[in-house]
């Protein structure tokens, strides 16, 4: 079974720290790798992809890749209220006729405090 | 722009109704998906399409089907509503050069009664 785990939270950090949002993944094939963001009653947005290892750097956001590991992360420096969210990471699954699906984390709820 | 529409905010059905829940994207993309999201167990996947006529089952396809008889639109379909069905339904599309990014619509939130 194809997993992919994130501490539920919810994650509290005070307003202009930086919050910290990992994952874990279990297919080692996978090769794609999002974070999608998620309002209350809302529906899931796209902030960020990475494909390599390392990091990857847009506005006040860094996603984080260790394929080794098997880890992703997202950082969100200077964080604000209007961060608040769920953060849901998701990763492609390779091969088995699924290209193209991902699988969701369940999330983790972000809290930023002002 | 990208963008994914869904036909209904809102929808109230009893049970055992048939209900649609219709999803339409402007991108041209191949592949479209149905999920749905309930408070601790995340996203499911229901359906899934690659191309119109075609369908795939997700991980949990009972009591449901699906239609793709165009491109740009995917329904899916409730046949005898259950109670238990009440969740938030979110379409998403994607296209095959696009590092598999789904887009999402903005969701149904279904309740049956």
């Known amino acids: 079974q194809k997993e992919v785990e994130q501490n539920s939270g919810p994650l509290s950090v005070p307003e202009g720290a930086i919050a910290s949002l990992n994952c874990t993944y279990s297919d080692r094939g996978s090769q794609s790798f999002f974070w999608y963001r998620q309002y209350s009653g809302k529906s899931p947005e796209l902030i960020m992809f990475i494909y390599s290892n390392g990091d990857k750097e847009d506005g006040r956001f860094t996603a984080q890749l260790n394929k080794a590991s098997q880890y992703v992360s997202l950082l969100i420096r200077d964080s604000q209220p209007s961060d608040s969210a769920t953060y849901l990471c998701?990763?492609?699954?390779f091969g088995g006729g699924s290209q193209g699906n991902l699988i969701f984390g369940k999330g983790t709820k972000l809290s930023v405090k002002p | 722009d990208v963008k994914v529409t869904q036909s209904s905010r809102y929808l109230v059905k009893r049970t055992g109704e048939k209900v649609f829940l219709e999803c339409v994207q402007d991108?041209?993309?191949?592949?479209m998906f149905w999920y749905r999201q309930d408070p601790g167990l995340g996203l499911r996947l229901i359906y899934f399409s690659y191309d119109v006529k075609m369908k795939e089952k997700g991980d949990i396809p009972e009591g449901y089907s699906v239609s793709r008889e165009k491109k740009e639109r995917f329904s899916l379909i409730l046949e005898s509503a259950s109670t238990n069905q009440t969740s938030m339904y979110l379409c998403a599309s994607s296209y095959p050069g696009g590092g598999d990014t789904q887009y999402f619509g903005p969701g149904t939130r279904l309740t049956v009664l």
């Open positions: 998701a990763v492609n699954i």
């Open positions: 991108m041209d993309h191949e592949n």
